[in-house]
């Protein structure tokens, strides 16, 4: 039993949960004090009996919470039904992706219309070939309330196929492997599996496993063949603060394990063909040193910021890898996100202020030049790019009002070729939209800049309605591609904004140190100036403005309404880190102990002060907060379902308004929510049905 357990047992046979019998009244969380003292201060948890998912009057509170909630949205319903329905309109429900050709197949995923989940298919030599199923999510999916897939990965010789499932919604992804030859399994739930890939002999498989706190901390070598033989261990990483991923390069013969933290990697390879050798290491870990390695003749593509904050390029021969040498010349005004080898070029994909950029450079020549794009917001990045001996590449380019357009795109030529646009049925027109960019000033004068989309015609009076989407964390950027769910906002006139605010790398490196740590209150405030901006230019008035955010986003909005009660009118919240503190002391926690690099581990005194200053559930007050809708799952792994939950029952015994405050648990997913993808948009449906709502929007 944990240290927790015992006494949260107790507590709950001495005092049940006190909830509302009737579903329009919100239901009232019992208080069960509970201490918690740290660097001799003590706090009281009223909620911390929230956190044993398995007790049942937990499971009753939370049956109580989605009651109250569908009760206040019931007079939406049919609003939700109709916007459901118009996002369906807007999408093409039977459908194919642009094919991949990989070692002498073509692979793809297609969707029909009235069935949840893909089904993952190839042809062998040309598209013209007979189609070969290779896995239907919706016949795996039979009989089980949630599923998702993992990775895929086929066997060199494209004989077998090795796969994960998660049936939980707990990112518990179970390995398979399947014989295409004969379609049956021929290794079913090996281990729970996160990360897996192939030896070169098409017999060995290499596999990551993870701890009780689902860090990834083993590497296994499972031989096929091997009769009655157990997994040999590969590697173990002790260090709690990193965890091991696993990869192949694009030319096949290095497979690569790096030991990974917030701040620090350290990576080993090893051949292919040789999967009986010893794994090497490129290069030891050191603080503040990370970097990631590919592989092309004999020589590793290392992309490091030892010296260059904003990383750089250099090469290591594999017989010597300790001895780099620069590739290419450090700019600290470029942003190197990814390094993609190929037989004759290398394509960097980049930030050049804010932007998304791809730099192409020939091996022979040294010839460089940069895919060019004549929009002003918008996204690129590399698609899918299996082969190594190409002069080509697939990129995927998109902006707020252009949907996901595919090219195939020549190296040598410079020419393009549009393999798919991602097609939106109905009446849909970009040209109907407006995107542009503006400037927040932060408090510290820190200009941070903000994409906006809308309807041509909007008029800068403050009349009409806006969403602002934050998140601000990790290092992730904020992609500025197309959703046709959010076209049902821009339609009944909204302004939808993108907070690129510090805490993610929109702006380099530099804009993700400034937002994390003992610098993290810069998301928060950065998060409020660009509200504050939209406001003062009139794009939206303050009783016009709805904000939302997920997980670490989540945490941004709650953090921000502390500071700034008033901020706007309604808010969503999903799946929301808010009880920072505790969950950063408790190592069994997924995540935590990897993420004190990230915000910072309270058992040092100066870190917990800082934490203080902004952690959500710690900082509630007394006062009128906007209305509110908080999204969780019962199953997530990433953020537990307790947090969300206790934040609602703390802010609904503080709060002085009476705005709604509403609660929606799902009780058979994880982190994203709904895994079929007509169950999401009916999620995304209850969603927007809520926001127009508070602004007076029924239809």
């Given at each position: 039993?944990?240290?927790?357990?015992f006494?949260?047992?107790?507590?709950?046979?001495?005092?049940?949960?006190?909830?509302?019998?009737?579903?329009?009244?919100?239901?009232?969380?019992?208080?069960?004090?509970?201490?918690?003292?740290?660097?001799?201060?003590?706090?009281?948890?009223?909620?911390?009996?929230?956190?044993?998912?398995?007790?049942?009057?937990?499971?009753?509170?939370?049956?109580?919470?989605?009651?109250?909630?569908?009760?206040?949205?019931?007079?939406?319903?049919?609003?939700?039904?109709?916007?459901?329905?118009?996002?369906?309109s807007?999408?093409?429900?039977?459908?194919?992706?642009?094919?991949?050709?990989?070692?002498g197949?073509?692979y793809?995923?297609r969707?029909?219309?009235?069935?949840?989940?893909?089904?993952?298919?190839?042809?062998k030599?040309?598209?013209?070939?007979?189609?070969?199923?290779?896995?239907?999510?919706?016949?795996?999916?039979?009989?089980?309330?949630?599923?998702?897939?993992?990775?895929?990965?086929?066997?060199?010789?494209?004989?077998?196929?090795?796969?994960?499932?998660?049936?939980t919604?707990?990112?518990?992804?179970?390995?398979?492997?399947?014989?295409?030859?004969?379609?049956?399994?021929?290794?079913?739930?090996?281990?729970?599996?996160?990360?897996?890939?192939?030896?070169?002999?098409?017999?060995?498989?290499?596999?990551?496993?993870?701890?009780?706190?689902?860090?990834?901390?083993?590497?296994?070598?499972?031989?096929?063949?091997?009769?009655?033989?157990?997994?040999?261990?590969?590697?173990?990483?002790?260090?709690?603060?990193?965890?091991?991923?696993?990869?192949?390069?694009?030319?096949?013969?290095?497979?690569?394990?790096?030991?990974?933290?917030?701040?620090?990697?350290?990576?080993?390879?090893l051949?292919?063909?040789?999967p009986?050798?010893?794994w090497?290491?490129?290069?030891?870990?050191?603080?503040?040193?990370?970097?990631d390695?590919?592989?092309?003749?004999?020589?590793?593509?290392?992309?490091?910021?030892?010296?260059?904050?904003?990383f750089?390029?250099?090469?290591?021969?594999?017989?010597?890898?300790?001895?780099?040498?620069?590739?290419?010349?450090?700019?600290?005004?470029?942003?190197?996100?990814?390094?993609?080898?190929?037989?004759?070029?290398?394509?960097?994909?980049?930030?050049?202020?804010?932007?998304?950029?791809?730099?192409?450079?020939?091996?022979?020549?040294?010839?460089?030049?940069?895919?060019?794009?004549?929009?002003?917001?918008?996204d690129?990045?590399l698609?899918?790019?299996?082969?190594?001996?190409?002069?080509a590449?697939?990129?995927?380019?998109?902006?707020l009002?252009?949907?996901?357009?595919?090219?195939?795109y020549?190296?040598?030529?410079?020419?393009?070729?549009?393999?798919?646009?991602?097609?939106?049925?109905?009446?849909?027109?970009?040209?109907?939209?407006?995107?542009?960019?503006?400037?927040?000033?932060?408090p510290?004068?820190?200009?941070?800049?903000?994409?906006?989309v809308?309807?041509?015609?909007?008029?800068?009076d403050?009349?009409a309605?806006?969403?602002?989407?934050?998140?601000?964390?990790?290092?992730?950027?904020?992609?500025?591609?197309?959703?046709?769910?959010?076209?049902?906002?821009?339609?009944?006139?909204?302004?939808?904004?993108?907070?690129?605010i510090?805490?993610?790398?929109?702006?380099?490196?530099?804009?993700?140190?400034?937002?994390?740590?003992l610098?993290?209150?810069n998301?928060?405030?950065?998060?409020?100036?660009c509200?504050?901006?939209?406001?003062?230019?009139?794009?939206?008035?303050?009783?016009?403005?709805?904000?939302?955010?997920?997980?670490?986003?989540?945490?941004?909005?709650?953090?921000?309404?502390?500071?700034?009660?008033?901020?706007?009118?309604?808010?969503?919240?999903?799946?929301?880190?808010?009880?920072?503190?505790?969950?950063?002391?408790?190592?069994?926690?997924?995540?935590t102990?990897?993420?004190?690099?990230?915000?910072?581990?309270?058992?040092?005194?100066?870190?917990?002060?800082?934490?203080?200053?902004?952690?959500?559930?710690?900082?509630?007050?007394?006062?009128?907060?906007?209305?509110?809708?908080?999204?969780?799952?019962?199953?997530?792994?990433?953020?537990?379902f307790?947090?969300?939950?206790?934040?609602v029952?703390?802010?609904?015994?503080?709060?002085t308004?009476?705005h709604?405050l509403?609660?929606?648990?799902?009780?058979?997913?994880?982190?994203?929510?709904?895994?079929?993808?007509?169950?999401?948009?009916?999620?995304?449906?209850?969603?927007?049905?809520?926001?127009?709502?508070?602004?007076?929007?029924?239809?």
């Amino acid at each position: 039993m944990s240290r927790f357990r015992f006494a949260l047992v107790l507590a709950l046979l001495a005092a049940p949960v006190a909830l509302a019998l009737d579903p329009a009244v919100p239901p009232v969380a019992k208080k069960v004090p509970h201490k918690l003292t740290e660097h001799g201060e003590t706090r009281t948890d009223d909620y911390f009996w929230i956190k044993d998912k398995t007790n049942k009057n937990v499971l009753k509170y939370l049956d109580a919470e989605n009651a109250h909630t569908a009760k206040r949205l019931r007079p939406t319903e049919k609003f939700q039904e109709q916007l459901y329905k118009e996002f369906l309109s807007r999408i093409k429900q039977t459908d194919e992706d642009a094919p991949v050709r990989d070692r002498g197949y073509w692979y793809y995923a297609r969707t029909v219309e009235g069935k949840q989940y893909p089904i993952h298919c190839r042809k062998k030599g040309t598209l013209d070939a007979p189609e070969e199923v290779l896995l239907d999510g919706n016949e795996l999916a039979k009989g089980q309330k949630f599923f998702s897939f993992g990775p895929q990965r086929v066997s060199p010789d494209g004989n077998l196929l090795a796969y994960a499932t998660d049936t939980t919604g707990f990112r518990e992804y179970v390995l398979h492997v399947k014989d295409l030859r004969t379609g049956k399994l021929v290794v079913n739930k090996l281990a729970k599996a996160p990360q897996f890939e192939w030896a070169a002999d098409n017999k060995t498989l290499f596999y990551t496993t993870e701890d009780e706190a689902k860090r990834a901390d083993k590497v296994w070598k499972h031989t096929l063949s091997a009769v009655n033989q157990k997994d040999e261990l590969a590697y173990e990483e002790k260090d709690e603060l990193f965890w091991l991923e696993l990869s192949k390069s694009r030319d096949q013969k290095v497979l690569f394990h790096s030991s990974v933290s917030y701040g620090s990697t350290e990576v080993r390879f090893l051949p292919s063909d040789k999967p009986g050798d010893k794994w090497r290491t490129i290069r030891k870990r050191e603080r503040d040193h990370e970097y990631d390695a590919t592989h092309r003749d004999s020589v590793f593509f290392v992309r490091t910021n030892k010296g260059a904050t904003n990383f750089k390029v250099m090469t290591a021969p594999v017989a010597t890898p300790e001895k780099w040498g620069e590739f290419i010349k450090y700019d600290p005004a470029v942003y190197v996100e990814d390094v993609s080898v190929f037989a004759r070029h290398v394509v960097l994909s980049v930030r050049v202020g804010g932007l998304t950029q791809l730099h192409v450079r020939e091996f022979k020549t040294g010839a460089t030049h940069t895919v060019d794009f004549k929009d002003t917001v918008f996204d690129v990045a590399l698609s899918s790019n299996p082969e190594f001996d190409t002069d080509a590449i697939r990129f995927t380019h998109s902006s707020l009002v252009s949907p996901d357009a595919e090219y195939r795109y020549d190296l040598n030529t410079k020419g393009r070729e549009l393999l798919k646009q991602k097609e939106v049925p109905g009446e849909y027109k970009p040209a109907d939209y407006a995107t542009e960019r503006v400037n927040a000033t932060a408090p510290d004068g820190t200009r941070v800049p903000i994409s906006l989309v809308y309807k041509k015609g909007l008029k800068r009076d403050g009349t009409a309605p806006c969403l602002l989407y934050g998140y601000g964390a990790y290092g992730l950027n904020m992609t500025m591609d197309f959703d046709a769910v959010r076209v049902s906002l821009l339609d009944r006139g909204f302004v939808y904004a993108i907070a690129h605010i510090r805490g993610g790398s929109d702006l380099g490196r530099g804009w993700y140190d400034d937002g994390k740590m003992l610098k993290k209150m810069n998301s928060f405030t950065d998060f409020i100036a660009c509200a504050d901006h939209l406001v003062k230019e009139k794009f939206c008035s303050r009783d016009k403005l709805a904000i939302e955010g997920a997980s670490a986003g989540g945490l941004l909005i709650a953090a921000a309404l502390n500071l700034r009660p008033d901020l706007c009118k309604a808010a969503v919240l999903k799946v929301p880190f808010v009880d920072a503190i505790t969950t950063m002391l408790d190592e069994s926690i997924p995540l935590t102990v990897q993420e004190f690099l990230q915000w910072g581990n309270p058992k040092v005194k100066v870190e917990y002060e800082y934490l203080k200053t902004y952690c959500p559930y710690t900082n509630i007050k007394k006062a009128d907060y906007p209305a509110m809708l908080v999204m969780t799952a019962l199953n997530d792994s990433q953020v537990l379902f307790h947090e969300p939950t206790k934040y609602v029952a703390k802010m609904r015994a503080l709060r002085t308004d009476k705005h709604p405050l509403l609660l929606r648990c799902n009780m058979d997913a994880g982190h994203g929510g709904a895994s079929g993808r007509y169950d999401h948009l009916k999620e995304d449906a209850l969603v927007l049905a809520f926001l127009l709502d508070q602004m007076g929007i029924s239809k």
